[in-house]
């Protein structure tokens, strides 16, 4: 099984070579290419970015980012997450979305969203098992290799006494 532990600098360049896999699949972002560090470090919310790790390589990370700098919006943050495909069907995702949403919780978070292409069933599976709802679909949000593709879009809500929600 693998150790889920807070994503160090060191980490980096594997999370890339994840992500980098999730773009090829064409179902996992809009993105094109990976981000430099400088880009990553700003995006992602210190104190919520993790990796999962077995054998001494990482083979899966989680984060959240802000999804506003209004004041308003604290509370709200979106989630990525990547799974290496040597480690797909063997529930790194769960315990990844699973952590994340505990250190969501400490850090106040009140609501976690997630915006899935349909076709990512895996994706779609594991955040509604791990607590998220289908709010809806937004129909040919953006255009990917010039054909329109559609967001499921979720969401997560603190249960968490103290949390207002």
Same mark, same amino acid.
């Given at each position: 099984? =693998?150790?889920? *532990?807070?994503?160090?600098?060191?980490? #980096?360049?594997?999370?890339?070579?994840?992500? %980098?896999?999730?773009? $090829?699949t064409?179902?996992?972002?809009?993105? $094109? $290419?990976?981000?430099?560090? @400088?880009?990553?470090? +700003?995006?992602m919310?210190?104190?919520?970015?993790?990796? =999962?790790?077995?054998?001494?390589?990482?083979?899966?990370?989680a984060? %959240?980012?802000?999804?506003?700098? *209004?004041?308003?919006?604290?509370?709200v =943050?979106?989630?990525?997450?990547?799974?290496?495909?040597?480690?797909?069907?063997?529930?790194?995702?769960?315990? %990844?979305?699973?952590?994340?949403? $505990?250190?969501? /919780?400490? =850090?106040?978070?009140?609501?976690?969203?997630?915006?899935i #292409? @349909?076709?990512?069933?895996?994706?779609?599976h594991?955040?509604?098992?791990?607590? #998220?709802?289908?709010?809806?679909?937004?129909? *040919?949000?953006?255009?990917?290799?010039?054909?329109?593709?559609?967001?499921?879009?979720? /969401? *997560?809500?603190?249960?968490? +006494?103290?949390?207002?929600v």
């Amino acid at each position: 099984m =693998a150790q889920i *532990r807070e994503f160090v600098e060191g980490d #980096f360049e594997q999370v890339q070579k994840i992500y %980098l896999q999730g773009i $090829k699949t064409g179902n996992a972002t809009f993105e $094109k $290419k990976t981000k430099s560090w @400088p880009e990553w470090d +700003e995006a992602m919310l210190k104190g919520c970015r993790i990796v =999962a790790e077995r054998s001494g390589g990482l083979i899966g990370w989680a984060a %959240l980012s802000s999804i506003s700098n *209004r004041a308003v919006y604290a509370g709200v =943050a979106e989630v990525s997450i990547y799974i290496s495909s040597s480690a797909k069907g063997l529930g790194v995702g769960t315990s %990844l979305l699973l952590e994340l949403i $505990k250190l969501s /919780e400490v =850090a106040g978070f009140w609501s976690l969203q997630a915006g899935i #292409f @349909p076709e990512n069933e895996a994706s779609l599976h594991i955040h509604k098992k791990c607590g #998220f709802t289908v709010l809806g679909t937004r129909d *040919r949000l953006g255009k990917m290799d010039g054909i329109w593709r559609d967001v499921t879009l979720l /969401e *997560r809500r603190s249960q968490v +006494e103290g949390i207002e929600v």
